[in-house]
Structure formats: structure tokens, C-alpha cells
């Protein structure tokens, strides 16, 4: 619908904070939110450690074949904010680096929210001959708009924004802005960083009005492709692996700084592609298929067999 006095589609926009009550983290979403509304958004905030999340069982049940896509014995207020997430037309999450990356609760979340609909990949849900890109949104879909703005104590790098990388990835949302603000015990008052969230709330609200025109705002990064910063190195340090796209190739320094460099091929492999989500779904079915009929060994029985009656695992003298 449109809203007559604006003339522009109504959009709505989540803050999350994971933050202590009234901590910075609080205070960087309701900045941001600020700015929404200067967008005239219709704003929202809920804060994470209000809530009651679980960790999830490892039970598997949300991967069986059921009529029901999303299925968990976990009763918890997750469904609640899904719904609220899933209602929204652009998220801003504010996380704060525990242990120089995201804590508990967030990845606590992101392993609950890592299974059905939007989680999991498609390999087991189609048969063996069927192409996994039938069950995969087209390129031409744009995610929905996300925006990350952690804090952290040191300077030197964390791994605080891989985090927030993962559970965009995850959900299939587009990133516009991951940053983490170093030295933030007095966000109130600190003008530069507060006008940044502002900023921040309002390209968000703007990219939830136009997801087609949504761009990535935020520093360019090491990975021309993501933006990422952290990297794995194989055993000679011959070649690189970007940890947020999944993208193989070489750091080389250009002009005093280091970039990455990738074939282009590199591209159908990246995580967050369409072809890549299907090049990976296709390696994890096929594996599937082979670990099936090893499972269904005798060899295979007789050895978990063997490690079932072998030790028990230990709990404490009061547990049900």
C-alpha cells in the first residue's frame, strides 16, 4: 500500500541488540533507528538477551521429510522474533565481541536458525538425478537488507564480523554495511561514531524501499567479491581461502597494500551465489549418497556397536 503522504511503499526495520541493558549496543540500534525514521520508516527494537533462546539439541528432527518445512521440539521464543525478523523489510543487529568474536547467545542463534526453510541445503530434499538449483531462489531475488554494527575493546582484528557475515549468509540477506567499533565505552557521547549509525539507519531504510539499488556502503575490505578481511592460508601460504565467500586464491601486496586476487571461475563457488550454493549442495548430496550406503554396512553396525557399549558418557549424581 502506499502511504499518501509520501508517496512511497511503508517499510519497516528491525533493530537487534545483543548488548547489556543500555549498553552501547542499545544505543547504536536506537541512533540507527533514528535515522529510519527520518526515512519515515516504521521502526522496531528488541533487545537479544531479553529473550529466552536454547542452544540447539543436535535432535536432527528439522531434517526429516515432513509436511511442515520447519520443525523443532524446542519450544523458546525463537518462532517469536523469526516472525518479527521475517515481518520486517531491513535488520540492524548490534553485537558486542566476546572474546574477540560474537558470544554465546548470537551464535546460539545462528545454529537455531541454520535448519529449514531458509538453513539448510536442498540435497536431501530432492532426488538423486534431480538438479539442486530447482530448489535454490533465482540470482534475480534480492536479499533482503541487513546491517551489522559490533563493538569491540582491542584494535587489532576479531573475528567479529565473520559472525555477523555468517548469519546474513545463512538467511540470505544483503549485507549494506559490517563494521565493528573499536573503543566504545562512551557511545553517547562519541559524535562521529553516533553520526555513523545514523547514516547507517537511513541507507538501511533506503535499501529496504529499493533492495534492487541496495549497495555495500562500508570499508571495500580485502575480498573485492565480500569485502572480508579474514583469510585462511593453506600449509606453503601458496594460496588463500576467504573465510566469509568460501573463494580460493592469492593475497598479493599492490601499492604498499595487500589484496586478493581470484580466477573467475572462483565466482561459482562463492557461497553466497547462487551457482555456489548449488556447487556445494551438489559435493554435500553426493557424499550423502555414499555415506548412506556405508551406513548401511555391517562392517559399519558392528562398529558403533562397538563404541555404543565401550564408555558411557558421564553426568552429575543429581540429573534426571
Same mark, same amino acid.
Given at each position: 500500500?502506499?502511504?499518501?503522504?509520501?508517496?512511497?511503499?511503508?517499510? +519497516?526495520?528491525?533493530?537487534?541488540?545483543?548488548?547489556? %541493558?543500555? /549498553?552501547?549496543?542499545? /544505543?547504536?540500534?536506537?541512533?540507527?533507528?533514528?535515522?529510519?525514521? #527520518? #526515512?519515515?520508516?516504521?521502526?522496531?527494537?528488541?533487545?537479544?538477551?531479553?529473550?529466552?533462546?536454547?542452544?540447539?539439541?543436535?535432535?536432527?528432527?528439522?531434517? +526429516?521429510?515432513?509436511?511442515?518445512?520447519?520443525?523443532?521440539?524446542?519450544?523458546?521464543?525463537?518462532?517469536?522474533?523469526?516472525?518479527?525478523?521475517?515481518?520486517? $523489510?531491513?535488520?540492524?543487529? /548490534?553485537?558486542?565481541?566476546?572474546? &574477540?568474536?560474537?558470544?554465546?547467545?548470537?551464535?546460539?542463534?545462528?545454529? %537455531?536458525?541454520?535448519?529449514?526453510?531458509?538453513?539448510?541445503?536442498?540435497?536431501?530434499?530432492?532426488?538423486?538425478?534431480?538438479?539442486?538449483?530447482? *530448489?535454490?531462489?533465482?540470482?534475480?531475488?534480492?536479499? @533482503?537488507?541487513?546491517?551489522?554494527? *559490533? !563493538?569491540?575493546?582491542?584494535?587489532?582484528?576479531?573475528?567479529?564480523?565473520?559472525?555477523?557475515?555468517?548469519?546474513?549468509?545463512?538467511?540470505?540477506?544483503?549485507?549494506?554495511?559490517? &563494521?565493528?567499533? =573499536?573503543? !566504545?565505552?562512551?557511545?553517547?557521547?562519541?559524535?562521529? @561514531?553516533?553520526?555513523?549509525?545514523?547514516?547507517?539507519?537511513?541507507?538501511?531504510? &533506503?535499501?529496504?524501499?529499493?533492495?534492487?539499488?541496495?549497495?555495500?556502503?562500508? $570499508?571495500?575490505? =580485502?575480498?573485492?567479491?565480500?569485502?572480508?578481511?579474514?583469510?585462511?592460508?593453506?600449509?606453503?601460504?601458496?594460496?588463500?581461502?576467504?573465510? !566469509?565467500?568460501?573463494?580460493?586464491?592469492?593475497?598479493? =601486496?599492490?601499492?604498499?597494500?595487500?589484496?586478493?586476487?581470484?580466477?573467475?571461475?572462483?565466482?561459482?563457488?562463492?557461497?553466497?551465489? &547462487?551457482?555456489?550454493?548449488?556447487?556445494?549442495?551438489?559435493?554435500?548430496?553426493?557424499?550423502?549418497?555414499?555415506?548412506?550406503?556405508?551406513?548401511?554396512?555391517?562392517?559399519?553396525?558392528?562398529?558403533?556397536?562397538?563404541?555404543?557399549?565401550?564408555?558411557?558418557?558421564?553426568?552429575?549424581?543429581?540429573? @534426571?
Amino acid at each position: 500500500m502506499i502511504d499518501k503522504a509520501y508517496g512511497v511503499m511503508p517499510m +519497516k526495520i528491525l533493530a537487534i541488540s545483543g548488548g547489556i %541493558r543500555d /549498553s552501547d549496543n542499545d /544505543s547504536i540500534c536506537k541512533e540507527a533507528l533514528l535515522g529510519v525514521q #527520518e #526515512e519515515h520508516g516504521e521502526i522496531e527494537f528488541i533487545r537479544l538477551p531479553d529473550l529466552h533462546l536454547e542452544n540447539c539439541k543436535g535432535c536432527k528432527i528439522c531434517f +526429516k521429510d515432513t509436511e511442515e518445512r520447519e520443525v523443532c521440539e524446542i519450544d523458546d521464543d525463537l518462532w517469536w522474533l523469526k516472525e518479527r525478523m521475517e515481518a520486517a $523489510d531491513g535488520l540492524l543487529f /548490534s553485537i558486542p565481541a566476546s572474546r &574477540r568474536g560474537a558470544g554465546s547467545l548470537f551464535h546460539a542463534l545462528i545454529d %537455531r536458525l541454520d535448519v529449514g526453510e531458509k538453513g539448510r541445503l536442498p540435497y536431501w530434499e530432492s532426488e538423486f538425478d534431480q538438479d539442486v538449483l530447482e *530448489g535454490l531462489p533465482g540470482e534475480t531475488i534480492p536479499g @533482503k537488507p541487513a546491517a551489522f554494527l *559490533g !563493538t569491540g575493546g582491542p584494535e587489532f582484528p576479531i573475528r567479529l564480523r565473520w559472525d555477523c557475515s555468517l548469519l546474513a549468509q545463512i538467511m540470505r540477506w544483503r549485507v549494506i554495511e559490517n &563494521r565493528v567499533f =573499536v573503543r !566504545t565505552k562512551c557511545f553517547a557521547l562519541e559524535t562521529e @561514531k553516533m553520526g555513523y549509525a545514523h547514516m547507517v539507519g537511513k541507507a538501511l531504510a &533506503r535499501a529496504a524501499m529499493e533492495p534492487e539499488q541496495a549497495v555495500y556502503i562500508g $570499508d571495500k575490505g =580485502v575480498c573485492p567479491h565480500c569485502y572480508g578481511r579474514n583469510f585462511y592460508l593453506n600449509d606453503c601460504a601458496q594460496k588463500a581461502v576467504c573465510c !566469509t565467500c568460501g573463494m580460493e586464491g592469492r593475497l598479493e =601486496v599492490e601499492g604498499g597494500k595487500v589484496r586478493f586476487h581470484f580466477d573467475e571461475d572462483q565466482l561459482d563457488r562463492a557461497y553466497d551465489t &547462487r551457482a555456489g550454493m548449488a556447487y556445494y549442495a551438489r559435493e554435500a548430496k553426493n557424499y550423502q549418497m555414499i555415506a548412506s550406503k556405508m551406513k548401511d554396512s555391517y562392517k559399519y553396525r558392528q562398529r558403533q556397536k562397538f563404541y555404543q557399549n565401550f564408555i558411557e558418557g558421564l553426568l552429575p549424581e543429581n540429573s @534426571k
